[in-house]
């Protein structure tokens, strides 16, 4: 019998379907650009992220200009240290679209943590790694830090005391999403083994802004919130979205935040913190979605995205006290049509696995 997908291609070819009806309905790999939700900036915001502005002239001689987080490694020899709220995520599917719950706080993983601790005792806020990328020691240290090291590698490399960490999480209350048959439902994972939970992306966003609203005071502009989730992805104009961060208003005093699953299935898409090293990576140096580029394939400097779909979705293994996490590979500065020389080796990418400059450049 022809699957589904077939019959769909071959409708496609009769010029019957639009090629993209094919693709909508074939699950990706994906990490989509959520607008600035401009008309949530906070008024008269008691702190701001800690941020700094810089600018280069890429390969078609235009000036881009951007804001990312941290100090300026070019003027500084300093660490900084950004606060973190962690916000697990229990989603429950009803006997209508499902009959299941994913819980990140009650899912034991191999090392006999839950998901949240396990995710807090990854490489992206702990160290105990020596990133050692082409022969040069990037330093025992964070992931991210490792990242926005190597990519600023020609000033780093003198002001060797610049990092930009992440702080210890603080895990704040369990929040529950109930998701209705008409926003997801349970399915078999398509990148790999057991279930996962489906729900529209802008039911889930919607949700987050309430749940940011009532955390109050814990938090604000000045911390990271990172929401998270177990076992489930995301949906906007098909399936399958694995994180995403975005903002409430813009530089300097919006506020941040992200969003990532966590899927254990091995070789999946989204494995472990895998979808959190790429979504952390983007907010690091597109912290308010507004950092534009001149890219045919990205209209932000989304670093994270075009490595998405490599083998095992960019993602490499690095062991952790007895566990082996996977952290995808982020692209530098050079891709996007900034000087080559900035980064370690002059590479595009964080593990050399990126070969050409954006297209449009």
Same mark, same amino acid.
Request: charged residues 10%.
């Given at each position: 019998m022809m699957s589904k997908i077939a019959q769909l291609s071959l409708l496609a070819l009769a010029g019957l379907l639009p090629v993209s009806a094919v693709a909508e309905n074939q699950p990706r790999p994906r990490s989509v650009t959520v607008a600035n939700h401009y008309s949530l900036a906070p008024h008269n915001p008691s702190a701001s992220l800690t941020q700094w502005t810089g600018s280069f002239t890429?390969? &078609?001689?235009?000036?881009?200009?951007?804001?990312?987080?941290?100090?300026?490694?070019?003027?500084?020899?300093?660490?900084?240290?950004?606060?973190?709220?962690?916000?697990?995520?229990?989603?429950?599917?009803?006997v209508d679209n499902g009959n299941l719950k994913f819980n990140p706080d009650g899912k034991?993983?191999?090392?006999?943590?839950?998901?949240?601790?396990?995710i807090m005792a990854s490489p992206i806020f702990k160290r105990g790694i020596t990133f050692v990328q082409g022969g040069v020691n990037l330093g025992d240290t964070q992931y991210i830090d490792a990242f926005q090291r190597g990519n600023f590698w020609s000033a780093v490399s003198t002001?060797?005391?610049?990092?930009?960490?992440?702080?210890?999480?603080?895990?704040?209350?369990?929040?529950?999403?109930?998701?209705?048959?008409?926003?997801?439902?349970?399915?078999?994972?398509?990148?790999?083994?057991?279930?996962?939970?489906?729900?529209?992306?802008?039911?889930?966003?919607?949700?987050?802004? &309430? %749940?940011?609203?009532?955390? @109050?005071?814990?938090?604000?502009p000045g911390v990271l919130p990172i929401f998270i989730t177990f076992n489930i992805f995301l949906t906007q104009n098909g399936c399958c979205v694995g994180g995403y961060h975005a903002a409430y208003g813009g530089a300097p005093g919006g506020q941040?935040?992200?969003?990532?699953?966590?899927?254990?299935?091995? @070789?999946? %898409?989204?494995?472990?913190?895998?979808m959190l090293s790429h979504e952390v990576g983007e907010w690091l140096?597109?912290? %308010?979605v507004g950092n534009a580029v001149n890219c045919t394939n990205s209209k932000v400097l989304e670093v994270g995205d075009p490595l998405i779909n490599e083998p095992?979705? @960019?993602?490499?293994?690095?062991?952790?006290?007895? %566990?082996t996490y996977n952290l995808q590979s982020l692209e530098f500065l050079g891709y996007f049509g900034a000087p080559r020389s900035r980064s370690v080796n002059s590479w595009l990418s964080f593990q050399n696995d990126e070969s050409n400059v954006c297209p449009g450049q």
């Amino acid at each position: 019998m022809m699957s589904k997908i077939a019959q769909l291609s071959l409708l496609a070819l009769a010029g019957l379907l639009p090629v993209s009806a094919v693709a909508e309905n074939q699950p990706r790999p994906r990490s989509v650009t959520v607008a600035n939700h401009y008309s949530l900036a906070p008024h008269n915001p008691s702190a701001s992220l800690t941020q700094w502005t810089g600018s280069f002239t890429d390969l &078609t001689h235009k000036t881009v200009t951007y804001t990312m987080v941290g100090a300026n490694p070019n003027t500084n020899n300093t660490s900084t240290t950004i606060p973190v709220v962690l916000i697990p995520i229990r989603m429950e599917y009803g006997v209508d679209n499902g009959n299941l719950k994913f819980n990140p706080d009650g899912k034991i993983v191999a090392n006999g943590l839950t998901v949240t601790q396990n995710i807090m005792a990854s490489p992206i806020f702990k160290r105990g790694i020596t990133f050692v990328q082409g022969g040069v020691n990037l330093g025992d240290t964070q992931y991210i830090d490792a990242f926005q090291r190597g990519n600023f590698w020609s000033a780093v490399s003198t002001n060797t005391n610049y990092h930009i960490l992440l702080g210890a999480p603080k895990e704040l209350p369990l929040q529950t999403i109930v998701v209705t048959p008409a926003q997801g439902k349970v399915e078999n994972n398509p990148f790999g083994a057991g279930k996962v939970g489906i729900m529209t992306l802008s039911a889930f966003d919607s949700k987050l802004q &309430t %749940f940011i609203k009532n955390l @109050g005071s814990q938090i604000n502009p000045g911390v990271l919130p990172i929401f998270i989730t177990f076992n489930i992805f995301l949906t906007q104009n098909g399936c399958c979205v694995g994180g995403y961060h975005a903002a409430y208003g813009g530089a300097p005093g919006g506020q941040t935040y992200a969003y990532a699953t966590y899927v254990d299935a091995v @070789g999946s %898409f989204s494995q472990d913190v895998s979808m959190l090293s790429h979504e952390v990576g983007e907010w690091l140096d597109d912290p %308010f979605v507004g950092n534009a580029v001149n890219c045919t394939n990205s209209k932000v400097l989304e670093v994270g995205d075009p490595l998405i779909n490599e083998p095992n979705y @960019g993602a490499y293994p690095y062991t952790l006290k007895g %566990f082996t996490y996977n952290l995808q590979s982020l692209e530098f500065l050079g891709y996007f049509g900034a000087p080559r020389s900035r980064s370690v080796n002059s590479w595009l990418s964080f593990q050399n696995d990126e070969s050409n400059v954006c297209p449009g450049q």
